[in-house]
């Protein structure tokens, strides 16, 4: 009977030490549900605006006809990327496809006109301006299988579907006034190209590493949190209470 009083003491005290133990071992990274998905959505831009602006008069005592000369330009440049991701985990496996796409735009304009040589009856007017825009849609999937811990294989497949325009447009006149006497020259061209290109890319890689979802976890600790601070949590909950406790909250997530 001694003895198995004794038996029954030392079951309770390894009982309760393991119990012990087991409570303050719980983190956020204690818990990993069978399925999650993570998503995930970026975007930036930027806006840029310069211009100059400069003007010269004729001398009036020139004999030629006055005219005022000068220049000035103006550049806008705009850029606009975004990024979309969205993966599917499991503890063996995840999928993962993401979509990215990027914009950019810049239109420059010059003019400028001026004596040839200065203050003399030869004119020459130059106008330029160039319109450049290029935009890029990027897909990805990949497949990862993990083989033990967190070390895993991969396959990652990628394109790009890549579009640029640039179009420009020079024109210059040239006059000569002398008296009543006026001759004159004029050049005018444009032009546009456009490309467009895709690209695909695949690969096979090994890693190591792993994403958990932390919420479910958290969301435990922070109910026994309110709970003790409330004066209703009767005891320390153990590890496998917290595991029971993380089940319920994924399971109606």
Not at 1 to 23: F, G, I, P, Q, R
């Amino acid at each position: 009977m001694k003895s198995l009083l004794s038996a029954l003491a030392v079951a309770t005290l390894c009982a309760v030490a393991a119990e012990a133990k087991d409570t303050t071992t719980f983190r956020v990274d204690s818990y990993i549900p069978e399925r999650f998905t993570d998503f995930q959505w970026l975007a930036d831009g930027r806006l840029a605006v310069a211009g100059t602006d400069r003007s010269v008069e004729a001398d009036p005592a020139s004999p030629y006809i006055p005219i005022d000369a000068g220049s000035n330009s103006v550049d806008r440049s705009a850029r606009l990327s975004s990024f979309m991701k969205y993966t599917y985990y499991t503890v063996p496996e995840y999928l993962s496809i993401s979509m990215g796409a990027t914009g950019n735009f810049a239109y420059q304009r010059y003019w400028n006109r001026r004596f040839l040589p200065p203050n003399s009856g030869s004119v020459r007017e130059t106008r330029y301006s160039t319109n450049n825009f290029t935009g890029s849609v990027l897909p990805a999937v990949e497949y990862a299988k993990y083989l033990t811990g967190d070390m895993f294989l991969s396959l990652v497949g990628e394109g790009e579907l890549r579009r640029q325009e640039n179009s420009a447009h020079n024109s210059t006149t040239s006059w000569t006034t002398i008296n009543d006497s006026v001759s004159w020259y004029t050049s005018d061209v444009s032009q546009r190209t456009v490309h467009t290109g895709v690209h695909v890319a695949g690969a096979f890689l090994g890693g190591w590493g792993r994403l958990y979802s932390g919420s479910y976890a958290t969301t435990a600790l922070q109910l026994v949190n309110e709970l003790r601070k409330s004066g209703l949590l009767l005891r320390e909950p153990t590890m496998t209470e917290y595991q029971r406790l993380c089940d319920t909250i994924y399971e109606f997530r």
